[in-house]
C-alpha cells in the first residue's frame, strides 16, 4: 500500500491542482430544506387527493344506484375515482421517497414511514373535505381539465351512456310539459320525451339534469326519471353553459346596458353609456328612435310604440300615446278610465309616490308622462 | 497548520473545524483514516491494489468536497466509512464483469472470531481456516459481503452500520442473519472442496 506522506501530497497536491474546495454550507442547507419542502407539499398534495377521493364517494349517488339497472358491485367498479386514487398513492409514494432522502429519514422503516404518511394523508383530507379543497378543486378541473369525465371524474362519464339509459347535459329548449332539449356533454342534441310511467319535473332553461330512461333513436331519449345534477362535476356543467352559451363579456354588458336604462334615463345616460360601448350606438338608437318612436313625430297613438321596458313594469298602466304629435311614454290612471276635465280631477298623490311625476288631465284621462 | 501532537488528542469533529479553517489539516484526517478505509475496500471489493487506491484517493476527494454536509449528530468514523460504502459500491456496479483480483485480507485475530462464529476449525485444518473464509466471503453477494465486513472485520456496532449503508436498524439485523446463513451456505460448499 502507497505510503501515508506521498498519499496524503497526493491528495492535498490534486486539491490545489484541481482548485477543490468543500462546497458551502448554504448548498447542504438548500438542498435540505429542498427535500423537506417536496416532501411537505407532496403530504398537502396527497391530502387534497385523498379530499376529492372523500368527496366523490361520499357524492357517487349511492341513493340512486338502486334506480339503476345496475348491481352494486359494478356500479362501484364504474364509478370509483381511479384518478384521484393513483394520484394520492404517486404522492405517498414521493413522500416516502422524499423522506428517506432526508439526512435521518433511512433510520425509520418503510412500514413506519409508509403508515404515518396514510394517516397524515387521511387527517390532510378529512380536514380538506371539510373546509370545500375537494369541491374547489372538483370545479376548477372540471371547468377547466381535459378528459375530465373521461379520467378525473368517471361519475360523469357513467351518466353519460345513453345506450344504457343514462343521459346528462344542459336543457336548451323546454317545448311542452312533455318534451324538451336537452345537449350532452359531447354537445349533442337530444329531444327527450315523457317515458310512459315518467314524470317531468325540475326542469329549468339552460340548467343541467340527469336523465334515467331509454334511448329510442340516435337522437330521441325517453324519460323515466329527472334527476338533479350530482354535486361533482358542476364545473363540467358551467364549462358547457360557457360553450353553449358564449361570450360572457357582451352577456355582462348587455346586462349593464339594460339594468342603467339609457333609452328612458335620457340623454346624458344614453351619451354615457354609448362612451363606453361605442358598438352600441347605432343598436341603441334604432331602438330608441326607430322602434318604439319616443320622443318621435306622430300622428296617432299607433305610430308610438311602448318600449318593452315599460310594457314589463306593473306599478303603471304604461301606455305609448301620441301627444301634442310627440310619442311619448305615458302612465295612465287605471282606476278612472272615464276621464276628467281638469288635474284636480286626478287623484295626483298616486303618481307623486310612485313616479314622482305630476300628472295631469291628459287627454281626457288622468296620467303622467314618463318619457 | 496545527501541530501533529496537538491535534492526536483532537476528536473527529474537532478536526473537520480545522480543516474548514486550513485545507492542510486534511492531511490529519487522511492520516487517521488511510488505512481503515483501504482495508475496508478491499475486504469487500475485488479491485486490486491500484483500483483499491484510485478509489480511496476519490473518497478522501468527496470527503473534504462535501466536509460541510458532516452532521456532528452522526460519528466522524461512520459519515467517512458511508462515503467509502457508496463509492465502493459505486465502482463496483461499474466493474460487475471484472474478474476476481484479489483475495480475502483477513488478519489472524479475525480468523479466529469467525472460526468461533461459524465452527470452522472443528472440521478442517487450522491453515486451511484462512483460505475457507476469504473464498466463502468472495462468494457473497456485495450487500451480504459488505454487511459481514462492517460487523466482523471493522467491528461496527449495529447504529453505527445503520448510519454507514442508510438502512434502519431492524434491516440492519435481518441482513446481518442472512449474511451469516449465506456464509455458512457458501463455507459449507468450502469445507467440501478441503475435505
Redesign the interface.
Known amino acids: ?2 505510503e ?1 506522506k506521498k ?2 501530497q ?3 497536491g ?3 491542482k484541481e482548485n ?6 448554504w ?2 442547507l438548500l438542498k435540505n430544506y429542498a427535500v423537506w419542502s417536496l416532501g411537505f407539499l407532496s403530504l398537502i398534495i396527497g391530502g387534497a387527493a385523498f379530499s376529492v377521493v372523500i368527496y366523490l364517494v361520499r357524492y357517487n349517488d349511492w341513493d340512486v344506484y338502486e334506480q339503476l339497472d345496475e348491481n352494486f358491485v359494478s356500479f362501484i367498479l364504474l364509478t370509483m375515482p381511479y384518478f384521484w386514487i393513483l394520484f394520492l398513492a404517486l404522492f405517498i409514494y414521493i413522500v416516502l421517497y422524499d423522506i428517506k432522502h432526508t ?2 429519514g ?4 418503510l412500514p413506519v414511514i409508509l403508515t404515518g404518511n396514510i394517516a397524515v394523508s387521511m387527517v390532510l383530507g378529512v380536514l380538506f373535505y371539510k373546509i370545500g379543497v375537494s369541491q374547489a378543486l372538483d370545479d376548477i378541473l372540471g371547468e377547466k381539465a381535459p378528459l375530465y369525465s373521461q379520467i378525473i371524474n368517471r361519475q360523469m362519464d357513467y351518466w353519460s351512456q345513453p345506450e344504457d339509459g343514462r343521459l346528462s347535459g344542459l336543457v336548451v329548449d323546454i317545448v311542452s310539459g312533455e318534451k324538451f332539449i336537452l345537449v350532452d356533454l359531447s354537445q349533442k342534441e337530444w329531444n327527450v320525451n315523457k317515458g310512459a310511467d315518467g314524470v317531468i319535473v325540475g326542469i329549468k332553461l339552460g340548467a343541467p339534469i340527469r336523465v334515467l330512461g331509454k334511448k329510442i333513436s340516435e337522437d330521441i331519449f325517453e324519460a323515466d326519471v329527472i334527476l338533479p345534477p350530482g354535486k361533482p362535476g358542476g364545473g363540467l356543467f358551467r364549462r358547457h353553459q360557457k360553450m353553449r352559451f358564449p361570450d360572457p363579456d357582451r352577456q355582462n354588458m348587455m346586462k349593464e346596458v339594460i339594468m342603467s336604462r339609457p333609452i328612458f334615463e335620457g340623454e346624458e345616460k344614453m351619451a354615457e353609456i354609448i362612451k363606453k360601448y361605442p358598438d352600441l350606438q347605432e343598436q341603441l338608437s334604432k331602438v330608441r328612435n326607430e322602434e318604439f318612436n319616443i320622443g318621435g313625430d306622430c300622428n296617432e297613438d299607433i305610430d308610438c310604440g311602448l318600449p318593452f321596458d315599460y310594457a314589463v313594469r306593473s306599478n303603471c298602466l304604461f301606455e305609448a300615446k301620441c301627444f301634442e304629435d310627440k310619442c311619448r311614454v305615458a302612465c295612465l290612471e287605471a282606476q278612472n278610465p272615464a276621464g276628467c276635465d281638469k288635474k284636480e280631477d286626478c287623484a295626483c298623490e298616486f303618481y307623486a309616490m310612485e313616479d314622482k311625476k305630476d300628472c295631469d288631465c291628459l287627454d281626457g284621462r288622468c296620467g303622467a308622462i314618463v318619457e | 497548520m496545527i501541530s501533529v501532537d496537538n491535534l492526536d488528542k483532537k476528536s473527529d469533529s474537532e478536526i473537520v473545524g480545522l480543516v474548514l479553517a486550513d485545507q492542510e489539516n486534511f492531511s490529519h484526517i487522511v492520516k487517521r483514516y488511510k488505512t481503515k478505509i483501504f482495508a475496508y475496500i478491499r475486504r469487500i471489493s475485488n479491485f486490486s491494489e491500484e483500483e483499491a487506491e484510485d478509489v480511496l484517493q476519490n473518497i478522501f476527494i468527496k470527503v473534504y468536497q462535501n466536509i460541510n454536509d458532516f452532521d456532528s449528530d452522526l460519528k466522524f468514523s461512520s459519515w467517512i466509512y458511508r462515503i467509502a460504502h457508496n463509492e465502493v459500491i459505486d465502482n463496483f456496479r461499474k466493474n460487475k464483469a471484472r474478474p476476481q483480483t484479489s483475495s480475502f485480507e483477513i488478519d489472524d485475530d479475525r480468523i479466529m472470531i469467525l472460526a468461533d462464529e461459524f465452527n470452522i476449525e472443528k472440521e478442517i485444518d487450522r491453515g486451511k481456516t484462512k483460505e475457507v473464509i476469504g473464498d466463502a466471503m468472495n462468494k457473497l453477494d456485495i450487500k451480504f459481503k459488505d454487511i459481514l465486513v462492517l460487523k466482523f472485520f471493522e467491528e461496527k456496532d449495529y447504529n453505527e452500520i445503520s448510519d454507514i449503508i442508510k438502512k434502519p436498524k431492524g434491516t440492519v439485523a435481518s441482513r446481518i442473519s442472512k449474511a451469516k446463513e449465506e456464509l455458512k451456505k457458501a463455507l459449507n460448499e468450502e469445507r467440501h472442496k478441503i475435505i
Open positions: 500500500m502507497i501515508d498519499f496524503i497526493e491528495i492535498l490534486k486539491i490545489k477543490i474546495a468543500p462546497k458551502p454550507k448548498f447542504f439526512k435521518k433511512y433510520r425509520y422503516s
